[in-house]
């Protein structure tokens, strides 16, 4: 039962533009959702997060949407950068010290 | 600098044999966990501690084992009774377990069973 789907195993975009990468969920007590983003060989980092309570967040070229009613969030790059590429990680945490990871989505910036 | 180390980098197990994967953090979190990623899978949790002498099950625990001596060390052994278990390994630390502040991981350690 995956709580957390990215359901993009890819996403290529040009560079300057923007990149959307989406993921959904299915458990309504998600209180912190998170975005980290992993090079190969690396484990991942944390990029950004959201509560439940607000519907954006914004840090720098990084923007995190969520729709709550529609259990969707979204990361929005711009512009985009061929540094950007690599896979991104949605994740989603729930009480008890527990963070749910989605499969992942593989960005190409070309440039 | 602070950070999570993770060692070794790859690791090579015959069947049938326990091996041991290091996790030592110098952040002073109190927090660590150990994940395992599988291709076209997020990432699971396997164990995770909030406190010295204290960790917990996660959703994958089954043929694995922890010890949390130290605040600075979260060990994972893989023990012969797990099934699959190649696989790439990372550990991750957190200041405390709220969930805004963000893991820091460490490089992983990719296990392959020869």
């Known amino acids: 039962d995956q709580q957390v789907k990215q359901n993009s195993p890819s996403l290529s975009v040009q560079e300057g533009r923007i990149s959307i990468l989406n993921c959904d969920y299915t458990?309504?007590?998600?209180?912190?959702f998170l975005w980290y983003k992993k090079y190969p060989a690396e484990g991942p980092t944390f990029l950004i997060s959201?509560?439940?309570?607000?519907d954006k967040n914004e840090d720098g070229r990084f923007t995190v949407f969520l729709n709550k009613s529609a259990k969707h969030l979204s990361l929005h790059i711009v512009p985009s950068q061929p540094g950007d590429s690599a896979v991104y990680f949605c994740?989603?945490?729930?009480?008890?010290?527990?963070?749910?990871f989605g499969a992942g989505t593989r960005l190409f910036v070309k440039a | 600098d602070g950070g999570i180390t993770q060692s070794p980098k790859y690791l090579f197990r015959k069947e049938g044999q326990n091996v041991t994967l290091s996790c030592e953090q110098n952040?002073?979190?109190?927090?660590m966990y150990w994940y395992r990623q599988d291709p076209g899978q997020g990432l699971r949790l396997i164990y995770y501690?909030?406190?010295?002498?204290?960790?917990q099950k996660g959703d994958i625990a089954e043929g694995y084992s922890v010890s949390r001596e130290k605040k600075e060390s979260f060990p994972l052994t893989v023990t012969s009774a797990q099934k699959n278990p190649t696989a790439f390994y990372l550990c991750?630390?957190?200041?405390?377990?709220?969930?805004?502040?963000?893991?820091?991981f460490g490089s992983g350690t990719r296990l392959t069973v020869v």
């Open positions: 501690s909030q406190i010295v002498n204290d960790f």
């Open positions: 952040l002073n979190h109190d927090a």
């Open positions: 994740a989603a945490h729930t009480g008890g010290f527990k963070t749910i």
């Open positions: 991750a630390s957190s200041p405390r377990g709220e969930s805004n502040y963000g893991y820091t």
């Open positions: 959201i509560s439940s309570i607000k």
């Open positions: 458990n309504s007590m998600f209180d912190y």
